[in-house]
């Protein structure tokens, strides 16, 4: 490249098209993309495998380095151009891929497969460029979900031109802006034209850049400075790094602009020394711009000076307030200093002094070449034009997204990010960086500019963006940023110095389980006064995350105290293992997974029994959400924790010793206390507690309504998930501690509450949703539609109902896919109806999945329109409307839309299976308060309901849920009654201790799960015996070998 | 336009000079305004926010240290929000280091105590850190004792805007900010220092102190350097 | 009228505390009609007595043996004071708060000491990491600052609480 100092539009233009042969050359032409996050992810040595095997192989392809194009998911980027094709983006491109994409451009092919989208013309808003047509296989940039919605303005080269080189940033338009307003020659006109676009400063408080510009050109003084602001440091946040390593000259054009129209000679960028590679392309450009005759004393030949010097920071977080900035510059410490004087009037050293954030620098070319017409366009009235986002955290796709101002939350985390990763829930994200605040997931509406975010305790600061999912403890969160901004005060004033010191100190004990209510108030009137009265935006805005997390989350806050539990399992001391907080049981898995290991069946037993009393039952029919946060899944798969406690138990079942097992297990006693308590409802719930009541020393009586014990275990569950006589020697575990069940008798009915509240000490309700949810659909009252629970219930209590030969099932949760099961088993052909995708379905995966295997079809998207009858008054045909996905909904997943097509379904039975709530005439007549929900209200750490004495749990105050679920209310309910009775915390003392090792396993080599063995469909279909085979011992030992031994602390070793 | 302007405090007038602060123009007025790091005749910095005030018309707090008066201002200096946040920030101060005034040598002389006692302060509802500090005892005549250092900055400031020898600083940054003797070397081996004192009589607590007083003895003076400061040209 | 039952303990003080507490001269014959002494230095009483209406406690959280205590008295106390600054800030105690235990009696009983050094044995409380203030421990109902509070104060303290009434310090205390 050899400069040429650029005096006239001549000149100027020469170096353009100079540009646009390098941009477009009539040879293929490479660009691997190289910002520090490509380079991270191995571009340099793709670089040097293209540049190597070019020259090798004398191919004579153009190749270049560019910065980033903002996917940050699908680095390495390479853009591959054949002349008069689409760009083409080719996607994590490895050294090892250079070969074969060679081998394909010399054949005037693209490679396709690993093509991420093409680019067939592109708007550099300053210039377009028009690259060419074809290939119709690969999606368009703008067809991409990551870049759907986006609008390049700031990254509107990014990507795409060399940032080393100012001929490919001139080719594109660059210093057009800068010619223009030289060239008119009034600087008030171009201020005017920055204040009619409104353009607010990108740097998080949004002031109008022009007004600020107008405030600096009317000071009169012997020099004047511009300032870009580079010193980025929110955590998570690196827009203005990329946007610097990737197209560098725009950021001085915007200055030159600045420096030109407020009188000011001299700038200064002061940039991270953390960003090396930024400062590298920077000082590169401000090289070239002299060159050029683009900086100095005779800018462009239009007779103005002006001089660009960068400055390193050292790195200090407060250095982005602006007063500490200059103080920095200034060569001393950076503490900020009280405004007024604004830096406009008396900046540094003592001169009026402008500072804008690189972002808004971007900004200033595109508006004075478009006009402000142009700009207000894009974004929102009150603050127009887009802004850069780093979109990172629990989202499939992280990245720099470009959008206009407005975009609803939901957008930028659904639509563009992709939403939640391996399916879990997103819970909030959170803006602004370590002074910005959480937005809860029902917030997502929200549009994202200045006021809104503000007005809900957020700030739009620098563009970060952080998602957090279920896995994220909001407390936790709220700790990470007062740490960062505790370590990053600069000491100058008390409310930020020792405010938040004390805050942190707060937090931690939070997040050790140590923390009182005083403690939670003492923080909150902490956070309060540190934000209303510390000197500088970094205290002021520091306890942002404090205080929205507990505005938006403070129920986590209260479960840190109350219930000592984090539910994300972010809180170590809070957690054994990850499996163990996840389980509604907190069983405490490794220990039974280790004592396998050491070959101690019995102890395995006993662990597992005390820890849950029906263990046979829930390894067969738990949903499992210890699996689903197992660390191993990270390694290879998830350890398979419950299908090695049922062959635990089901070994154990088998054991001449069995009988004195449970002895053993009846030793765990307290001595009696003389307290009475009734169970009422003898499912999972009543069991549960029933039993740890029993353990505690108490007289635990069941009442249920049935003859057996069991509830829905028993009366619900097919017999070929859970056989019954399985669950008669499990329910051994429960009898052998003294449990007396009673039944069958009605509660209220034969025994009023009042009874039981004569009779005990304390009473314990947990008779669950036998009530079926009922649907208003046309053809519900003809004889052949029914709910799914008595169905259920007749089957397992021996009955056969006439289905017919074809059957429908509205539902998608397990008891559709149990009635589905059960019907296919009495030998009718099944489809299931189910209104969203598979992916949302509650069921249990394997369940939906060897329902398919045995013959059920299942129509997703489909909602039941009308059934129609026949004119016995039977089930003729169901008709289905077809659903789309539309909007996201407060629960994350998209919403079904009707749409017009309607299909028709012929069958004989509708099994309606959409769900199960509480008897009302039970919760009514209890007298007991209800939630507007038709639920039983209780206190949700003790389990208390209204009245005095009364305790309940179980799906009774959830709503229909799950086995396991149900029982940890169970075993909750019970420690909760026996402190209000005994008057002190005794809970600890029925556990026993095992002694066992614990050395967690030093490697874990890969090994695929042992799953179990189902029966083949086929066979299975036919008969209602268990249609799946436990682990073996071999499978189940290696499975125990599996565990990774996550309660294994430090100093353990 | 004309020199002199009025506001008002606390719903009443008073008369106050264009370009005073507004705790300038309280004190000229014989009205209180509790602050520690403002001292007469040294610039202001607005760092211990114990002098925040409402302003009428604005939404956040000032500092009454820092903020200009303007013709017409009206001013609260004493809401229960105010009070209850001084009193906070008080307290911080105390849990900060290691203030143990039973035997302090300005025990009953010193101006966190008495604001403390008048602003009600009885406990520190914060726990305290006790953190471990030096005191700095290489100087001939004076002592340096973080203990009692509330980083108010009036010694940094008094010995560079009135003395000129720049020999103190602030180290360090956030709870670990400290004062720091020139590149932080001990006091005695100080180049730039003048042995004049005059840091020590601007200290609000016995974090610098004279040598020879036992506990209770240390009296400060702040007048000479307001009146030195103000022939000099310095802020009144 | 069942008179008041009144406790008063020593921890980790001086005891001026309580010298103070004798200092308000005849006045104590007054509120000796209203109030019953059940517990404390200057009493024989071996127990902390259960429905004690008033407690002032002197002196910070120490020893495991304060901690303890003082946890009893929380629970069998109404109104509980923090008496002066070792109570209220835990003051001089404190100052042997930036070394570890261990260090500290090493330092004092060991090295520098020419008789016999040897560490105190069986007996002895052991100590808390820290010399704390009671508050961090317990809540405390009222704090009475001063080394020692003035006898005017703490007559004021039992006066108004004798009646039943909250007595209002704020600013006629000195701080610290």
Request: hydrophobic share 40%; charged share 25%; proline share 6%.
């Amino acid at each position: 490249m050899t400069p040429h100092r650029i005096t006239d539009l001549a000149g100027f233009n020469t170096a353009r098209e100079a540009g646009l042969a390098k941009l477009l050359p009539p040879r293929p032409r490479i660009a691997v993309g190289m910002g520090t996050c490509g380079s991270g992810n191995g571009a340099e040595s793709v670089y040097h495998a293209f540049s190597d095997a070019i020259a090798g192989r004398g191919l004579g392809f153009a190749l270049s380095r560019v910065g980033c194009f903002g996917c940050c998911a699908e680095e390495p980027l390479v853009n591959v151009w054949l002349p008069g094709k689409p760009l083409v983006i080719l996607r994590r491109v490895q050294a090892s891929d250079v070969p074969a994409i060679l081998d394909d451009l010399a054949a005037g092919r693209v490679p396709e497969e690993i093509a991420l989208a093409q680019i067939e013309e592109w708007d550099h808003i300053t210039a377009h460029i028009k690259y060419g047509n074809g290939y119709p296989g690969i999606p368009s940039w703008d067809e991409v979900p990551f870049f759907k919605g986006q609008r390049k303005i700031v990254l509107r080269n990014c990507g795409l031109i060399s940032p080393d080189d100012i001929e490919e940033y001139l080719a594109v338009g660059g210093y057009q802006g800068l010619y223009k307003v030289l060239m008119d020659g009034n600087p008030d006109a171009a201020i005017e034209q920055i204040k009619a676009a409104k353009l607010r400063g990108r740097g998080g408080a949004g002031y109008q850049t022009g007004i600020k510009w107008e405030m600096m050109r009317k000071a009169r003084a012997e020099r004047k400075f511009v300032i870009c602001n580079a010193d980025e440091g929110d955590p998570g946040a690196y827009m203005n790094r990329n946007e610097i390593e990737s197209d560098p000259h725009a950021l001085l054009e915007g200055m030159i602009i600045g420096g030109y129209v407020m009188g000011a000679e001299e700038g200064i960028i002061y940039v991270r020394a953390e960003y090396p590679l930024a400062v590298h392309r920077l000082q590169l450009a401000i090289e070239q711009a002299r060159d050029y005759g683009i900086l100095g004393d005779n800018v462009l030949g239009r007779g103005f000076r002006f001089h660009l010097q960068l400055v390193e920071g050292a790195g200090a977080f407060v250095c982005g307030e602006e007063t500490a900035l200059i103080r920095s510059l200034e060569g001393r410490a950076g503490r900020p200093t009280p405004r007024p004087p604004y830096p406009a009037e008396s900046g540094l050293s003592g001169y009026p002094t402008t500072i804008n954030n690189v972002e808004t620098w971007y900004n200033v070319a595109p508006i004075l070449v478009k006009g402000p017409a142009w700009f207000t366009e894009t974004g929102s009235p009150k603050s127009p034009g887009t802004k850069v986002f780093s979109l990172v955290g629990k989202v499939q796709a992280t990245g720099l997204v470009e959008m206009p101002l407005g975009t609803p939350l939901k957008t930028f985390i659904y639509d563009v990010g992709g939403g939640g990763i391996h399916g879990r829930n997103i819970k909030a994200v959170q803006t602004g960086g370590p002074s910005g605040g959480c937005i809860p997931q029902d917030m997502f509406d929200t549009p994202v500019d200045y006021e809104t975010l503000a007005q809900i305790g957020s700030i739009m600061g620098s563009g970060g963006m952080v998602v957090m999912d279920e896995d994220n403890c909001m407390v936790d969160v709220a700790r990470y940023f007062i740490e960062f901004t505790q370590s990053e005060s600069c000491g100058k004033c008390v409310p930020c110095r020792v405010g938040l010191d004390k805050a942190l100190y707060y937090l931690n004990k939070f997040t050790r389980g140590e923390a009182t209510d005083r403690d939670l108030a003492l923080l909150d009137e902490l956070s309060r006064m540190v934000r209303d009265t510390s000197l500088c935006g970094l205290g002021q805005s520091a306890p942002n995350p404090v205080l929205t997390t507990m505005r938006h989350f403070m129920h986590e806050f209260e479960d840190h105290i109350r219930a000592r539990r984090c539910r994300a399992g972010v809180c170590e001391e809070l957690a054994l293992s990850p499996c163990e907080n996840s389980c509604p049981l907190h069983m405490n898995i490794p220990r039974y997974l280790q004592l396998l290991k050491e070959d101690r069946l019995e102890d395995a037993f006993l662990s597992v029994a005390i820890d849950n009393p029906l263990p046979a039952s829930t390894g067969r029919v738990c949903q499992h959400p210890c699996e689903n946060r197992c660390r191993r899944a990270t390694r290879d798969e998830s350890v398979n924790m419950r299908e090695v406690h049922r062959y635990i138990t089901d070994m154990a079942f088998e054991l001449p010793g069995y009988a004195k097992l449970l002895e053993r297990l009846a030793a765990c006693r307290l001595p009696p206390t003389g307290k009475k308590i009734a169970v009422v409802g003898g499912g999972p719930t009543g069991l549960a507690c029933a039993f740890y009541c029993a353990l505690l020393g108490h007289e635990a009586t069941i009442y249920d309504a049935n003859p057996k014990a069991g509830g829905m275990l028993r009366y619900a569950l097919p017999e070929y998930r859970l056989p019954k006589k399985v669950l008669d020697r499990e329910l051994d575990i429960v009898w052998s501690v003294g449990v007396r069940f009673v039944g069958p008798v009605k509660v209220p009915g034969e025994l009023s509450l009042n009874d039981l509240d004569a009779q005990y000490d304390a009473v314990f309700l947990a008779i669950g949703t036998w009530k079926e949810s009922w649907v208003y659909l046309p053809g519900t009252e003809l004889s052949g539609v029914r709910p799914a629970l008595p169905f259920l219930e007749g089957v397992a209590k021996g009955e056969t109902p006439a289905l017919g030969s074809r059957v429908v099932v509205i539902g998608g949760g397990n008891a559709a896919i149990d009635s589905a099961r059960t019907a296919l088993r009495l030998g009718a052909r099944v489809t299931i109806i189910y209104r969203r995708e598979r992916k949302d379905m509650p069921a249990i995966p394997e369940e939906t999945e060897a329902a398919e295997a045995e013959g059920a079809q299942i129509m997703f998207l489909a909602a039941p329109h009308r059934i129609v009858g026949n004119p016995d008054g039977g089930v003729q045909a169901i008709e289905v409307v077809k659903t789309r996905l539309g909007e996201y909904d407060a629960s994350g997943r998209r919403r079904p839309v009707p749409t017009d097509e309607i299909l028709r379904v012929e069958c004989d039975s509708v099994i309606l299976a959409v769900g199960e709530t509480v008897d009302q005439d039970f919760a009514k007549a209890s007298g007991l308060k209800i939630t507007p929900k038709g639920l039983i209200e209780v206190n949700r750490y003790t389990l208390e309901t209204s009245r005095p004495k009364f305790y309940a749990g179980g799906d009774l105050i959830t709503g229909a849920s799950n086995v396991s679920n149900a029982m940890g209310y169970g075993k909750k309910a019970a420690r909760f009654m026996d402190e209000w009775l005994m008057g002190e915390r005794r809970w600890e003392r029925i556990f026993p201790v095992w002694e066992y090792d614990q050395t967690a396993p030093p490697r874990a080599s890969a090994s695929r799960r042992h799953v179990v063995t189902e029966i083949a469909p086929a066979e299975r279909a036919q008969t209602f015996a268990e249609a799946t085979r436990g682990l073996t011992a071999v499978e189940a030992m290696e499975e125990a070998c599996r565990c990774l031994r996550c309660d294994v602390r430090n100093g353990h070793h | 336009m004309p020199n002199r302007v009025s506001i008002r405090l606390d719903g009443e007038y008073i008369r106050a000079t264009r370009g005073q602060t507004i705790l300038e123009a309280a004190r000229a007025n014989g009205k209180f305004i509790p602050s520690l790091c403002a001292m007469k005749g040294l610039h202001p910095v607005g760092a211990c926010r114990l002098c925040v005030v409402e302003v009428a018309g604005v939404g956040r707090l000032l500092p009454a240290c820092t903020t200009a008066v303007q013709d017409g201002m009206s001013v609260t200096t004493a809401s229960e929000k105010l009070r209850h946040y001084r009193r906070m920030i008080l307290e911080l101060l105390f849990a900060e280091r290691n203030h143990v005034c039973a035997v302090c040598v300005s025990n009953g002389h010193c101006e966190l105590q008495a604001l403390a006692k008048r602003l009600g302060v009885t406990s520190v509802r914060y726990p305290y850190a006790f953190p471990r500090l030096e005191a700095d005892l290489t100087h001939p005549r004076y002592v340096l004792d973080h203990n009692r250092c509330i980083l108010c900055t009036r010694c940094v400031r008094v010995c560079s805007d009135v003395e000129g020898a720049y020999v103190w600083d602030i180290g360090a940054r956030g709870v670990q900010s400290r004062l720091v003797c020139e590149l932080n070397v001990p006091w005695g081996q100080s180049e730039n220092c003048t042995s004049c004192g005059k840091c020590v009589q601007a200290c609000p607590t016995g974090a610098l102190a004279e040598k020879g007083f036992a506990a209770e003895e240390m009296t400060k003076r702040l007048e000479p350097i307001a009146r030195l400061a103000s022939s000099r040209g310095g802020r009144i | 009228m069942s008179k008041a039952r009144v406790a008063t303990v020593w921890l980790d003080g001086c005891s001026g505390c309580h010298m103070s507490l004798l200092d308000i001269d005849e006045a104590i014959l007054a509120l000796a009609k209203k109030a019953d002494l059940v517990y404390g230095p200057l009493v024989d009483a071996q127990e902390f007595p259960e429905e004690v209406d008033i407690t002032l406690v002197e002196g910070a959280v120490s020893s495991q043996d304060d901690l303890k205590l003082v946890q009893k008295i929380r629970r069998r106390t109404r109104l509980l004071v923090s008496l002066g600054d070792c109570a209220v800030t835990a003051n001089v105690p404190s100052l042997r708060n930036s070394l570890r235990p261990h260090d500290l009696l090493q330092t004092m009983y060991v090295h520098r000491v020419d008789a016999d050094p040897s560490l105190p044995g069986d007996g002895a409380p052991p100590l808390l990491r820290r010399a704390v203030p009671v508050h961090e421990v317990v809540p405390v109902d009222l704090h009475l600052p001063g080394c020692p509070p003035k006898p005017d104060a703490i007559l004021l303290v039992l006066g108004e609480a004798l009646e039943g009434r909250r007595p209002e310090l704020a600013g006629k205390v000195v701080f610290g």
